[in-house]
């Protein structure tokens, strides 16, 4: 079997369309609904649509991010060395993909109690790419600390729109894979921290890529502390998941930052217009 297996050979039948990261986030049409208005709120007239929207992003991004801590157990021999991977990682990341592999059927039901299917938004697979990444370190921040600290948030905010609009069977299977998400989390900051107790340069670099990814997945306002923003920063559970004060102080400056660059554009584009 292949290691590190590229994005463009992940298996998928002809439900699936693929778009590039790129396209949703620098897409200005996103960026200036995003910096007007929370486009969950029940006030908003395309909420529902949007919710559905967003609960097969959550879909996809759990067969993603099954397939890349499956990967995780392969891609790297087992030892203690800067690129191998520790069997008790390899262990956790297996506990991962069995959750993983629950979330992906809890929300394909999710999906159809919603009113939406398979393949009725496109799939883009940045998650899966941060989990390509050969350092296994980086790929721990990039996915179990970013990417998976922003499921904890997404699922928040999806059981408190469930709580919203009065639907106890969404509510009750986000605050279910909540839960495991602080966990997925919380391994993800175990490890790091004892993978590079001894290399602080190899910590900065995994950090920054974290922050990298953190950035683009904000998604220009999409996620933050403000008002207008859709999913809000889960601070409490992300205190369980490990992550300090200062680093959700951190979280929320890169937020705010994200959020003022699609203000920008967003504002450029009525001139322009």
Not at 32 to 39: F, H, I, M
Not at 141 to 168: C, H, Q, S, Y
Request: hydrophobic share 40%; net charge negative.
């Amino acid at each position: 079997m292949k290691r590190i297996l590229p994005v463009e050979e992940l298996a998928r039948d002809e439900r699936f369309e693929r778009i590039r990261i790129e396209e949703v986030v620098f897409d200005p049409r996103n960026a200036s609904e995003q910096a007007k208005v929370n486009t969950l709120a029940p006030s908003y007239p395309s909420a529902p649509d949007n919710a559905r929207a967003l609960m097969h992003g959550i879909f996809v991004g759990e067969i993603q991010a099954l397939e890349g801590a499956g990967r995780t157990c392969w891609d790297f021999d087992t030892g203690d060395g800067s690129a191998q991977a520790p069997f008790l990682l390899k262990l956790d990341m297996a506990r991962q993909c069995w959750d993983e592999a629950r979330h992906c059927e809890i929300s394909v039901k999710l999906a159809a109690h919603m009113g939406s299917y398979i393949g009725e938004f496109a799939e883009q697979t940045m998650l899966y790419e941060a989990a390509c990444h050969p350092d296994p370190v980086l790929r721990l921040t990039g996915v179990n600390r970013a990417l998976e600290g922003l499921a904890i948030d997404v699922f928040k905010t999806m059981r408190d729109v469930g709580d919203t609009f009065g639907d106890p069977v969404l509510s009750f299977c986000e605050d279910w894979m909540l839960a495991d998400e602080v966990t997925h989390v919380k391994m993800g900051s175990d490890w790091l921290r004892r993978l590079t107790a001894k290399d602080p340069d190899r910590q900065k670099q995994a950090l920054d890529f974290q922050k990298a990814v953190d950035k683009l997945f904000s998604f220009g306002g999409f996620r933050g502390e403000r008002d207008e923003n859709p999913v809000h920063l889960a601070r409490n559970f992300r205190r369980l998941a490990g992550f300090s004060d200062d680093e959700i102080t951190e979280l929320v400056d890169i937020a705010a930052e994200a959020y003022e660059e699609a203000q920008s554009k967003a504002n450029a584009g009525a001139a322009a217009s």
